[in-house]
């Protein structure tokens, strides 16, 4: 299996509202990452597209429906289909979320939580194994958001992501987001999280808005908050070179905003890295 | 049933249903979390078949198409992996709903059938002059047994209301709906011409004999179809039209070998 360097690049979604941006002009990302599932198709337009961002921009394939923890296992149809547009595309890699989006009859289309047992770690494993070796490369696993834990949890959610990528040898997309908004609904520190993940596997950063309450909920609608940005440069003080994603898939606002807070991640993590050089 | 296994199912079936117990150990606190889940599910779906049933949404009312979207979700929940599928059997949900409005599932098995053809694999049509190279050293027994392969993403609609009327009528926020019904029932046509789904009415003499070649039967057996709906005069007459007016859309791919 090849590995997957580190890209300090600066990134965002393509999402519809912006095709013509990106097809047409010319916009200051390093890459574009794309939902995985929208371009699993025979052919027409979404293909097209694809590709000519493709021709502009390196790509990088998120997908939503993997369903890593699914206790019954990985669709092959799916996986077959994931590996011809990988083949098609040559993105920069391919990533999909630690959840389960489905059962053994239906698919939720929603990131599922799963508990944290030395069960679910088996199943996990051995479905990111066999994705792996289908897919013919190494993947990266984002680590998910949730509003719920079980009262069968054996350990915290970063010594069960740890132990997953020790024996699978995949790459972690750390959320950053997601550990702010997991922290709070589950009351554990996002210190102790960053503290308890192998950062050496950590390939890409997401950033994305949530919306307060009593439970947060990782809803992509708004802009990053002050929390998450300082939680952002708290990892970015301890990772070396990695990619970062502003996240946005609802209330997609006009592609300058979203360049504005891309930047500001740049900046951030720039300033970061050139201060733990010097 | 593995543990985890068996705490999947509950949990799928937690959402999609509200009045089933919590399990063993849950508090407030785990179905508040459940209840977020439960939102996300739902919203997923009925913005999905809202993205793909625009018009019938706008025939129908936001309200109104929201109660049927919900409902298909929670009767029929997805099976696939792609979002894109889950529609699938929302006209029979129309129908079994709309039962006085059958223009409502009329139309949102269009916008299936558009939704469909849309993203089908790419090919060519075969214009007319290729046909005509093709097939001018055909004899009788050439024509009896000719196969045609038609563009992927090809269906047909069977409807009883002026469904262009419909359409043209329901493309904007503001439309006021047409719903005109016809003489005699027809066929709606879809395909994808370019990257651009579009369909036609074509008589429904027309949409067997189209149905029947799709599904692998000759041409010769799509003249014996026309025979019985038109009476062998007819048919000589209409069957050569027929055909070029499938290569004047730009409908069919090839010859089949």
């Not at chain 1, 790509?59 to 890593?68: A, K, Q, T």
């Not at chain 2, 026309?226 to 791919?253: P, Q, S």
Request: glycine share 8%; net charge negative.
């Amino acid at each position: 299996m090849t590995d997957i360097a580190p890209f300090a690049g600066f990134g965002l979604g393509l999402r519809r509202r912006h095709y013509a941006d990106f097809l047409e002009g010319t916009v200051p990302v390093d890459f574009v990452e794309v939902i995985s599932e929208n371009y699993m198709v025979d052919g027409g337009k979404p293909l097209r597209l694809l590709e000519e961002a493709r021709a502009r921009h390196p790509v990088i394939l998120h997908g939503v429906s993997m369903s890593i923890g699914s206790a019954h296992g990985l669709d092959a149809d799916y996986l077959a289909r994931l590996k011809a547009l990988a083949d098609r595309i040559e993105p920069l890699w391919m990533s999909d979320h630690l959840c389960w989006t489905r059962s053994s009859a239906h698919n939720t289309h929603d990131l599922l939580p799963l508990p944290l047992t030395a069960e679910a770690l088996d199943v996990v494993c051995d479905n990111i194994e066999r994705a792996q070796d289908a897919l013919g490369r190494p993947m990266l696993f984002e680590n998910p958001s949730s509003y719920l834990t079980f009262p069968e949890d054996e350990m915290a959610e970063w010594e069960f992501i740890a132990a997953m990528a020790q024996r699978t040898g995949c790459y972690l997309l750390l959320d950053v987001n997601n550990v702010y908004v997991s922290a709070h609904n589950h009351g554990f520190s996002a210190h102790d999280y960053l503290d308890g993940l192998p950062l050496d596997r950590v390939r890409q950063i997401h950033l994305a808005g949530h919306q307060p309450g009593d439970i947060i909920v990782d809803t992509h609608d708004r802009a990053v908050s002050d929390g998450v940005w300082a939680l952002y440069a708290e990892a970015m003080r301890r990772l070396g070179p990695v990619a970062t994603m502003i996240e946005r898939d609802d209330k997609i606002p006009p592609l300058p905003n979203l360049l504005d807070e891309l930047a500001r991640a740049r900046d951030f993590a720039t300033q970061t890295w050139e201060a733990v050089a010097a | 049933m593995t543990a985890l296994a068996e705490l999947q199912e509950g949990m799928l079936a937690r959402i999609l249903a509200d009045e089933l117990p919590l399990p063993h150990g849950w508090t407030a606190r785990h179905e508040a979390g459940l209840e977020i889940y439960r939102n996300n599910y739902r919203t997923a779906l009925v913005e999905a078949l809202r993205s793909t049933f625009e018009r019938t949404e706008r025939l129908v009312g936001e309200e109104s198409f929201r109660r049927a979207a919900a409902h298909h979700c929670i009767a029929h929940p997805p099976t696939s992996w792609t979002l894109d599928l889950a529609g699938a059997g929302f006209p029979d949900t129309c129908a079994e709903l709309f039962a006085n409005d059958p223009d409502v599932e009329e139309l949102a098995a269009l916008e299936w059938a558009m939704h469909r053809a849309f993203p089908a694999r790419d090919a060519e049509p075969l214009d007319t002059a290729g046909f005509a190279a093709t097939t001018a050293e055909f004899g009788e027994a050439d024509w009896i047994g000719l196969l045609l392969d038609f563009l992927p993403g090809l269906s047909l609609v069977r409807t009883r209301h002026d469904l262009v009327g419909l359409w043209s009528s329901l493309a904007t926020l503001e439309g006021a709906a047409d719903v005109r019904k016809l003489d005699e029932p027809q066929c709606a046509v879809v395909w994808r011409e370019g990257e651009r789904p579009v369909f036609v009415l074509r008589p429904l003499w027309e949409g067997g004999a189209l149905a029947a070649l799709a599904e692998g039967g000759t041409f010769g057996e799509a003249c014996a179809l026309l025979v019985d709906e038109l009476g062998e005069e007819r048919a000589v007459t209409n069957a050569g039209a027929m055909l070029a007016r499938w290569l004047a859309d730009g409908i069919i791919a090839g010859i089949a070998q």
